[in-house]
């Protein structure tokens, strides 16, 4: 079992571009496709009602599909995939409550398996780009509605998707040791998202981040 599982991270590092393509390489993810799934969403698993559905600075808007992108005040008349990718899927969970308790990605059922494209995608971006500017992430957070708390060097709570908030730990480097970083999520994650569409999330946010913080 172990062999075989090492066969396959592996491949998927061999394969990382393939395997874990961006969702706007999907033809899947369209708003015709997706439009019923993600109308169901108003009112449910933590978004309010109405006709916009707000998260990471993106508003889709449910009566065509656009998209308004506030933090670079840019319009999309059809809703970048990944976003129709990330409301389909959450609008298939069941609601429970948070527990209160952070895991880390490689806790989640699969999680294991995609661990290296999360690091590589997700957590490694944050170190590397902003390791050495906490100002920077930590501006960047807030524009997006972090929250601070007491952990590393400089950390946030990162709200996503309404139930399903991200915990970015970093610790700045030094000249013995490189900035490294930390995502973590509450326990309940597995419920509203599966391995991959986490990966994807935490990928979306963490682009964000390194957006804002360069901005």
Known sequence: MCVLLYLVIELMRKNEDRIMATPESFDLWT???????????????GFPEGKILRFLGYEVSLVDGSVF???NDRHYEDAPD???FLLAFYSGAKEVPLTEQLISYRQIPGGR?????????AVGPIARKLGDKPDNF??????LGGMRI??????????????????????????????????LMDGSMGNY???????HLAE????????IAFM
């Open 31 to 45: 708003w015709r496709k997706c439009k019923d799934k993600v109308l169901t969403l108003p009112g449910r698993l």
């Open 69 to 71: 992108d506030k933090i």
């Open 82 to 84: 990944f976003l129709l």
């Open 113 to 121: 398996v995609y661990d290296p494209v999360f690091e590589g995608r």
């Open 138 to 143: 930590a501006s960047a957070a807030e524009t």
């Open 150 to 183: 007491e952990s590393g060097d400089v950390a946030y709570v990162i709200p996503t998707l309404p139930f399903t908030p991200l915990t970015y730990i970093l610790w700045l480097g030094d000249e013995e040791f490189p900035a490294r970083a930390q995502i």
């Open 193 to 199: 998202l599966d391995a991959e569409a986490v990966s």
């Open 204 to 211: 979306v946010t963490s682009r964000r981040l390194v957006s």
